[in-house]
């Protein structure tokens, strides 16, 4: 899969991310598209030209680390380790950047995927639009 960075929200990007948030887990259009679009670094991977995932990065001042977001892969392109791929994509540029920590506010159902990438649950389930959602860290 060809990776590629881009430092506004590109097309490629919004089109994933709505066929899956929105449309496959019914999450709402207002928001998936957020305030941290413009400060995120925005990544999409391609195969053979078309746009297969996705996942977004930036510092989270609060959280005293990097947050992986909006990991999403097209239907189609499922079951082929391309979630693993954009997932470690997003954490070469941040060590490269100097980043020490990560964390993703993940999909409970989605937990043990992350924990099979090293990331270990930091927080008690909260919701998400109704979605069980845990905070997940991985230090470097």
């Not at 400060?39 to 992986?68: M, P, Q, W």
């Not at 082929?80 to 409970?108: F, S």
């Amino acid at each position: 899969m060809e990776i590629l960075s881009f430092s506004k929200l590109p097309d490629e990007a919004v089109e994933i991310r709505t066929l899956v948030f929105v449309d496959e887990q019914g999450f709402s259009k207002e928001l998936e598209f957020d305030e941290n679009e413009t400060r995120a670094t925005h990544l999409v991977g391609f195969i053979n030209g078309n746009a297969a995932a996705t996942s977004r990065y930036y510092y989270e001042e609060c959280k005293n680390a990097y947050l992986i977001g909006r990991i999403a892969v097209k239907k189609d392109y499922r079951g082929n380790g391309l979630g693993a791929e954009i997932v470690k994509a997003a954490e070469e540029r941040i060590t490269a950047q100097g980043g020490k920590a990560i964390v993703i506010h993940a999909q409970l159902r989605a937990k043990g995927f992350y924990e099979s990438l090293g990331y270990s649950q930091d927080s008690e389930v909260d919701l998400e639009e109704g979605v069980e959602h845990v905070w997940m860290k991985k230090l470097f």
